[in-house]
């Protein structure tokens, strides 16, 4: 873990919102570098602070690996709509098959 993944984390947690955005935007344009320990920070982190895990999970979407196609996968087939969300836009911006077959089985039924 470097320190900035570190720092990030800790103002990512503080309770002043302006601190919260300065630890995102710290990670921003590093998030590829960090994506597994994004991953074990959202698999971590209690339901408590659903905001904070969005965050997370917003930077593991920015990351674009392939490495987060799991994580995505489930959430993409989960309740949570916040998460199906940034889930759905994360697969989007995956290349290969496995993440275009994710989307087709969660896209919506008409009818």
């Known amino acids: 873990m470097t320190q900035r993944f570190t720092e990030a984390m800790r103002l990512m947690r503080c309770s002043d919102p302006q601190q919260r955005e300065d630890g995102f935007f710290l990670l ?5 570098e960090h994506v597994g320990e994004l991953i074990a920070e959202f698999r971590d982190e209690d339901d408590e602070d659903h905001g904070f895990r969005c965050r997370l999970l917003e930077l593991i979407v920015e990351a674009r690996s392939l490495s987060a196609l799991p994580l995505l996968t ?7 709509e916040a998460f ?5 836009r994360g697969l989007r911006r995956l290349p290969g098959q496995e993440a ?5 089985r969660a896209r919506p039924e008409e009818g």
């Open 28 to 32: 921003w344009p590093h998030a590829g």
């Open 74 to 80: 489930e959430l993409a087939e989960g309740e949570d």
């Open 84 to 88: 199906r969300y940034w889930a759905l």
């Open 100 to 104: 275009r077959q994710v989307l087709w």
